[in-house]
């Protein structure tokens, strides 16, 4: 985007050129013939030597810095430092833009260049709602100095010279993006969604509302570096006005004891940060939004909140309807109220907190069937099964950070959330030895026509339970700096408790086509059962950190923690088909579990301007003891443990390249329920039990990155690898189909995958492409004979992926063209039969259009076609085609109402099909979806500015 700027006029010198150095050369050459005396070799080195010496005064460069300080005049002789204000070398007397950066937190910059030192050039420092300031820069000093640089707001325009400048767009500074919203076009009243869609190096979904950055999910979105409904993106996403913002910054985002003490984890936690501009700070929003339609189809939104520019903000959101919802079950609703506050308590204290309630009720019906991996003969099944599921939820949180003097900071935060929910499924499901070749949205209606040959069982199952969950957590940390920038020391205490408990009851009949009573009839089994499960578990952990700064960019840490957890889990199930209920020993047991821990930690980092290192091991002594009691025995047992943490990272950020390799190693033991669980009957033909015998996993984490968001590309690469991972071992009984399940250690688990992608903003279009690809090796073991000897099943995924897009971002609107193509083979060490060939490949190509229209309405349509095929699709699967269509009216005082229809699946299309592959078999689902229905909107918005 182009400005046009006006500065006063300034006087230029002349450098030294063609026509002075013309005439010293005519002069020299008069007074050659006097030297004729000396000696003519003297006369030819002098004209040399001053040729040389002309030419090197005129066109010697050097490297050079330009550094100053940027400061707001607020009146009063008061000031503040301005961050991230706009700082521009331009060349004169072109004005052609050479150089730019922006300031930091206290206003500082320093700017570096290769130049002339003949040249003159000019400095413009520019901030949104300021007018800008101009220096001519020049002299022959390595080092200048632009001083203390005031910018006013309201100042008479300079307008004797006209000078253009490109609006710099991005800007790398070291592990930091800084983005100029300026420098993109937006369609009037767009919110920041839509700004983020055309900014180069941010991916962003619409559907799940979700932004990655170089791979890596953002997890939070802040408003001048403050929290702002934290955890839930897309309340700023949908509700702020993208006009209110000057810039958006992607930093790592260090935790505040990481700030004062230096050392910051290998753990990335990338942050959108919004900077608004100086005009809207203290504006009050709001705004009203209701909407109905056919099918019953309803929703209504309210917002309001407030910021400013020291990031302190309020708000309150709430949300209710079922407009997202696309399954056929009637009672679908989903609700939501949260409130939002940050403010600064004097000039020390910091408080941010949050509080919301979730109400939810889902339903969905739904088909599968799936094959097993058999090295005889593998095992098919097919299912319908109808869900339904009602939840409310509460949760708040709070942090709270003092900093008592200069060198001491407290920091409090805690939290609470309670839950209930209730849930119930039908499931009608059936087994068979071969294909049987039904259709996998009807898969029970040829069912009579199949073979009993080749049937094994047929199931009938009801259950239904109710949860309730209850948790809080404490957290409090302080640290002192023995001397300013020094050696400081932190202690923190932490505390997590949880209490829940499960009522369930469950009733199933199943009927065994390979097994006869003793009438000859199929053998039946019919089971009614309740199933009491309370549990809790607590945490305790107190930890002290020093941390020794080495040098300015060194650190190294120590530190030692002590925790304690606590685990209790019961189940007590009942048998109730009889008329007396009777509690059935051999599924019911109490169990408890005791871990102390004492884990020493050795924590380097290195944080300089072009190189990062992070490294650190942990090693963690534990005691763990285990009780459990099941009415006929009780066990009691005590176990030592060392595990070990290892961590590496190493960044290099220069010229805007970011290179890094980051690796984790981490153990993790068995859980509670995996070691000492009673055995579960899900239904008569699916039980699992636990394993008293696991051992604990380690698991290896590899990352390697590489991006140049200037340019446009990105490149990572991750792989992973477990030693004595954890997998399910399942039994099968030939004769009625049944499987039984348990936990085992297991070697041979890993995976990689990498991905490279290429962005690039060319006027008003935005280029994209991606491509990756992924392999992993799963291994689990299974046993079909009945026997006792275990087999190893080994399943080979390889998959690759594509996509290329092409926008067009007028300042009307956008136009998005892009294609998709997925690929993922399946291949199992035991799947002989079927020549080890199972892949799925789908092909999607979508459109998306959003046009401001005359008379101030809004066009937005989207349509996604596609294709898939593979291994068991059917041709009339294959297809789907979506068509999406919004027309909205803005009218009213500034436009603040706005009138939409929305058309969803126009073309009456809509599917829901999943598929996928373990070492164990090949599965694939399929659900009923609400098709083609419209929606009328009214939203009214209301902002009170400054």
């Known amino acids: 985007m182009e400005k046009r700027l006006h500065t006063p006029k300034f006087i230029h010198s002349v450098p030294l050129n063609l026509k002075i150095l013309s005439t010293l050369g005519a002069g020299l050459f008069k007074t050659i013939p006097r030297l004729r005396r000396m000696h003519k070799l003297y006369a030819f080195l002098l004209l040399v030597f001053m040729l040389s010496l002309s030419a090197f005064s005129q066109e010697q460069k050097i490297d050079r810095e330009i550094s100053g300080k940027v400061v707001m005049e607020l009146g009063d002789d008061k000031q503040e430092s301005v961050e991230y204000a706009n700082i521009s070398l331009l060349s004169l007397p072109d004005s052609t833009f050479l150089a730019g950066t922006t300031s930091d937190k206290e206003g500082k910059f320093s700017l570096r260049l290769h130049c002339d030192l003949s040249q003159k050039y000019l400095l413009k420092t520019s901030f949104t709602g300021c007018l800008p300031v101009w220096q001519e820069i020049s002299g022959t000093a390595y080092a200048i100095q632009a001083g203390t640089i005031r910018l006013k707001e309201d100042v008479k325009t300079l307008n004797e010279v006209v000078v253009t400048a490109l609006v710099q767009p991005v800007e790398q500074k070291k592990d930091t993006t800084i983005f100029n919203a300026e420098a993109y076009k937006l369609p009037e009243g767009a919110y920041l969604e839509a700004l983020i869609r055309r900014i180069p190096g941010l991916s962003y979904d619409p559907k799940t509302k979700s932004i990655e950055y170089k791979g890596e999910k953002i997890s939070e979105i802040t408003v001048n570096g403050k929290e702002f409904f934290k955890g839930n993106t897309r309340v700023p996403l949908e509700n702020l006005p993208a006009s209110f913002i000057s810039r958006l910054k992607v930093y790592d985002k260090a935790t505040e004891e990481e700030e004062m003490t230096g050392v910051k984890g290998s753990q990335k936690n990338y942050v959108l940060d919004l900077q608004t501009k100086k005009a809207v700070n203290g504006t009050l929003m709001a705004g009203l939004e209701g909407g109905y339609g056919s099918k019953n189809k309803y929703d209504a939104r309210a917002q309001i909140f407030q910021f400013k520019e020291n990031g302190e903000n309020i708000g309150l959101v709430g949300r209710f309807g079922n407009r997202n919802f696309t399954s056929v079950y009637d009672g679908n609703r989903a609700g939501n109220v949260g409130g939002n506050i940050s403010r600064k308590i004097g000039n020390d204290i910091q408080v941010s907190a949050n509080i919301g309630y979730n109400h939810s009720k889902t339903g969905d019906r739904s088909t599968s069937r799936n094959e097993l991996y058999m090295t005889s003969q593998n095992q098919y099944g097919i299912s319908e099964r109808t869900l339904e599921n009602l939840q409310n939820g509460f949760s708040s949180s709070l942090n709270l950070m003092w900093n008592l003097n200069k060198q001491t900071m407290l920091r409090v935060a805690g939290g609470g959330n309670m839950s209930w929910s209730e849930n119930m499924s039908d499931t009608h499901s059936a087994k068979f030895s071969e294909n049987p070749n039904l259709d996998l949205l009807h898969p029970f209606q040829g069912f009579e026509q199949t073979s009993r040959d080749i049937r094994m069982n047929e199931t009938w199952q009801k259950n239904s339970n109710k949860l309730q969950n209850k948790a809080y957590n404490l957290y409090a940390s302080m640290i002192h700096q023995f001397s300013e920038e020094g050696n400081s020391l932190g202690i923190s205490y932490s505390l997590y408790r949880n209490r829940q408990d499960n009522d369930a009851y469950k009733t199933f009949s199943t009927t065994f086509y390979q097994l006869q009573d003793i009438s000859g009839r199929d053998s039946t089994d019919l089971q009614h059962q309740y199933q009491d499960s309370p549990g809790q578990s ?388 399929y659900a009923e979806q609400l098709r083609s229905y419209f929606l009328i909107s009214l939203r009214y918005k209301f902002n009170r500015m400054n």
Not at 848 to 868: E, K, M, N, W
Request: charged share 20%; hydrophobic share 30%; net charge neutral.
């Open 538 to 925: 607590g945490n305790h952990e107190i930890r002290a950190d020093y941390t020794w700064r080495i040098t300015k960019k060194n650190n190294l840490q120590f530190s030692y923690a002590w925790g304690l957890q606590n685990e209790k889990e019961m189940q007590s199930t009942y048998d109730l088909s009889g008329n007396v209920p009777f509690l059935i020993d051999s599924l019911s047991n109490h169990r408890n579990s005791r871990t102390i821990k004492h884990a020493f930690s050795l924590n380097y980092s290195h944080d300089g301007e072009n190189w990062k290192a992070y490294g650190g091991l942990t090693g963690t002594l534990q005691r763990r003891s285990l009780n459990q009691d099941d009415g006929k025995q009780i066990i009691d047992t005590t176990g030592y443990s060392f595990e070990w943490m290892p961590t590496f990272f190493v960044q290099y950020n220069k010229n805007d390249y970011d290179l890094s390799i980051r690796y984790n190693g981490s153990t993790r033991q068995p859980s509670l329920y995996d070691l000492m669980a009673p055995t579960v009957y899900y239904s008569a033909v699916y039980i699992s039990r636990s394993n008293p015998n696991l051992k604990a996993t380690y698991q290896h984490y590899l990352n390697l990155s590489f991006s140049n968001y200037t340019k446009g590309i990105s490149a990572y690469v991750t792989c992973s690898q477990e030693l004595n991972g954890i997998t399910q071992a399942t039994l099968y009984n030939p004769q009625t189909g049944g499987q039984e399940t348990y936990p085992v250690n297991i070697n041979g688990n890993w995976n990689v995958m990498g991905n490279s992608n290429y962005e690039r903003r060319i006027g008003n279009f935005k280029l994209a492409g991606r491509a990756g690809g992924n392999y992993s090796h799963n291994v689990g073991l299974i046993n079909e004979d009945g026997g006792k000897e275990l087999k190893k099943s080994v399943t080979h995924t390889s998959g690759i992926n594509a996509f290329v897009g092409v926008s067009y971002l007028p300042s009307w609107g956008n136009i998005d063209l892009n294609g998709t193509w997925d690929f993922q083979h399946f291949r199992n060490s035991l799947n002989t039969l079927q020549g080890s060939n199972t892949y799925t490949r789908d092909y999607t190509i979508n459109s998306l259009v959003s046009a401001q229209l005359p008379l101030h309405f809004q066009l937005d349509s989207d349509f996604t076609y596609l294709i898939r095929s593979g291994s068991y699709v059917d041709s009339k699967e294959q297809n789907e085609a979506l068509w999406n269509l919004t027309l909205t009216w803005k009218f009213a005082k500034e436009r603040r109402a706005e009138l939409s229809a929305t058309w969803t699946d126009i073309l009456n299309q809509r599917k829901s099909l999943q598929r996928s592959a373990s070492s164990s078999g090949f599965y694939e689902s």
